[in-house]
């Protein structure tokens, strides 16, 4: 690590100049390789070398003048070549610490560190400083004095492993759907390489190999036979995948109070986060990987990833990968450091029909409008869209019905012990314990289709801007009576309490005193 001599500011690592050299020539090969075997013109040769040199050129400018510095306060990073730019983010603001490195980062012995604070600035972007790049014992370094002083870990201040990875694990891979997009993105990249060499697939190959899978055997033999192959295709990218996220997983209690998830292979990552912010865990069961026995463990802390970032490759909120459902509950407990996981041990209580009414009713009125659109474009068009429209909507009502009566069943909420627990979700369905001294507000929704059923949906608040956990398709005063228990007094200010008076009894208690005719 490099200083620039002012007021403790100092430089990134030169080495990440060569890390970009490194990269663009690896580019330029490719790029000289297909334009030899296309037999380009000269001109494209010739723009090659001054692309390839532009980009560590600038890299070493862009170099010079970043410059970074921490202070008991903040961490400030000063960068840009045509436009300048400070950003400044106080300490105490700071959730996690994400430290990665590409395999040509890993040659050179240096690392990507990424400061996260939870927060957002302009167009929702995550307040995010990225310090590219360091070498390893400075991002170290670096990440133990952000962190440091958080709290103190167990066996006398030693770390803790509270996870492995076992590869027996490596089951859960392809219960997923990332084994076919795999195997969809294995046929539309070979594609793309054939039409890139020269091969034209479009107007020879994908004739051609259509013409003898037709000729050698029955279309009803072919098409399983292709279908089975993209899927086995998917399956075999979905282990490899597996194998590289969460080689070498390890999860670990540091000294310093912080949760530290380290994995990769080809790519190494370690995120570490707060215990002093952590808030809850989630237990996150896709439908495949729930008819597995599987689950996916998160933490629920202020500035962590949330699931739905999970799916955008924001996972530094992952305590485990796919493991067995009871792993992900023995996890869960030892990161909350309570006996039991609050998502096993609560009592849910379940949503009432209301809710499974409303969502029959969605998946009607959808098969209706889906079928309906068709049946009008059939009259004006032709007949066959006729035909399709209430194919469409049979369709609909046939796989919408089992998915709402399965979102139904897997409503519920509860309270145990620290915690208010809530779970939802039938392709994926989300389990979540929030501490309940860690929610900060409620909001109380109720669309118009919600009105005539007397269902809302209870949005639970928590610090740093990033709760998004929901209670759905609840009764009203259920709703509101949960929230009362799970955080008593909040609501207290904005509830109407109508006294219950109690109707007059006979003498055996069996209902109102009868008056005879004309009585007073």
Not at 5 to 13: F, K, P, Q, T, Y
Not at 56 to 64: D, M, T
Not at 178 to 197: K, Q
Not at 314 to 341: F, N, Q, T, Y
């Amino acid at each position: 690590m490099s200083t620039s001599g002012a007021a403790g500011w100092r430089r990134l690592d030169p080495r990440i100049v060569v890390a970009t050299a490194v990269w663009c020539a690896l580019l330029g090969v490719v790029a000289l390789a297909v334009l030899w075997w296309r037999d380009a013109p000269w001109w494209l040769y010739a723009a090659v070398p001054p692309a390839a040199l532009g980009l560590p050129a600038y890299e070493g400018v862009r170099w010079h003048r970043t410059t970074y510095r921490l202070t008991s306060e903040r961490v400030e990073l000063r960068t840009g070549v045509a436009v300048r730019s400070h950003r400044s983010v106080p300490r105490q603001r700071i959730r996690s610490v994400d430290v990665s490195a590409n395999p040509v980062h890993r040659l050179l012995g240096i690392r990507t560190v990424r400061i996260g604070t939870g927060h957002h600035v302009g167009s929702g972007q995550d307040a995010v400083l990225t310090l590219d790049a360091l070498a390893v014992r400075d991002s170290d370094a670096l990440g133990e004095r952000l962190l440091r002083g958080r709290g103190a870990g167990e066996d006398g201040g030693g770390r803790v492993t509270l996870a492995r990875i076992r590869w027996g694990w490596l089951r859960f891979a392809p219960l997923s759907v990332v084994p076919l997009l795999l195997g969809l993105s294995a046929v539309g990249g070979l594609h793309n390489l054939l039409d890139l060499l020269g091969a034209e697939p479009d107007t020879v190959l994908v004739p051609r190999l259509i013409s003898w899978l037709t000729g050698s055997a029955d279309l009803l033999t072919v098409v399983p036979l292709v279908v089975l192959a993209v899927l086995a295709t998917g399956v075999v990218g979905a282990l490899g995948l597996y194998v590289e996220m969460w080689w070498d997983f390890r999860l670990t209690r540091e000294p310093n109070g912080t949760l530290r998830a380290a994995r990769g292979l080809v790519v190494t990552r370690s995120v570490s986060l707060e215990e002093e912010r952590l808030r809850g865990v989630e237990i996150a069961e896709p439908l495949l990987l729930r008819r597995g026995g599987g689950a996916c463990t998160y933490a629920v802390a202020t500035g962590a990833g949330t699931v739905e970032e999970e799916t955008r490759g924001h996972d530094s909120s992952a305590l485990l990968p796919p493991a067995p459902l009871a792993e992900a509950h023995r996890v869960a407990a030892a990161v909350l450091g309570e006996d039991r996981d609050p998502t096993e041990s609560v009592r849910l209580l379940p949503h009432t029909r209301h809710a499974l009414r409303r969502m029959l009713r969605l998946v009607l009125l959808t098969g209706l409008g889906l079928g309906g659109v068709l049946v009008l474009l059939g009259a004006l068009l032709t007949p066959v869209l006729v035909h399709a429209g209430w194919l469409a909507a049979l369709v609909v009502w046939a796989v919408g019905t089992p998915f709402a009566v399965d979102a139904h069943r897997n409503l519920g909420h509860g309270v145990t012990g620290r915690y208010l627990v809530t779970r939802h979700g039938t392709l994926k369905r989300r389990t979540i314990a929030l501490r309940r001294d860690g929610v900060i507000g409620w909001n109380i929704t109720q669309w118009a289709w919600h009105r005539r059923s007397g269902l809302s949906r209870l949005t639970v608040t928590t610090a740093g801007g990033r709760g998004a956990y929901h209670v759905k398709d609840v009764l009203l005063p259920e709703g509101l009576r949960f929230a009362d228990e799970a955080v008593p007094g909040m609501l207290e200010p904005f509830l109407v309490r109508t006294p219950v008076v109690p109707e007059p009894r006979t003498a055996r208690g069996l209902g109102p005193r009868p008056h005879a005719e004309g009585a007073p």
